[in-house]
């Protein structure tokens, strides 16, 4: 059975830094795309940043420049640095991956909660 495990996830103050990992283990034949994701209460879930097969990224307007996402294919991990953090990334952020098993399937990980705030 094929799982995603985050963490990193926890309190910090306006302007801290935060690095989230999502590993996934399993019968995994390879690794396509990865990305995060993150839901505010209230509020729909959306995209922070994604990372194709091909290794391009694109990230949410709103953490262009702060957010960087990155992936270690040999772990089947992928990371999301977060630096300047504002109030408004308060959220649960989920990871997601779309992994071999043989067929291709979309995953998600449980979230973890990151909560900005003095």
């Known amino acids: 059975q094929v799982q995603l495990v985050e963490s990193g996830g926890g309190l910090v103050q306006p302007g801290g830094s935060l690095k989230l990992s999502c590993a996934a283990s399993g019968r995994i034949f390879s690794v396509n795309a990865v990305g995060w994701y993150r839901q505010a209460p209230g509020k729909e879930r959306e995209l922070v940043a994604r990372?194709?097969?091909?290794?391009?990224?694109n990230y949410a307007d709103a953490v262009q420049g702060r957010f960087a996402i990155s992936r270690d294919n040999a772990k089947n991990t992928v990371y999301l640095q977060m630096n300047s953090l504002k109030p408004e990334d308060t959220a649960v952020y989920y990871c997601?991956?779309?992994?071999?098993?043989?067929?291709?399937?979309?995953?998600w990980g449980q979230g973890t909660q990151v909560t900005v705030s003095s």
């Open positions: 990372i194709n097969s091909g290794g391009s990224s």
């Open positions: 997601n991956m779309v992994l071999a098993t043989p067929l291709m399937r979309n995953y």
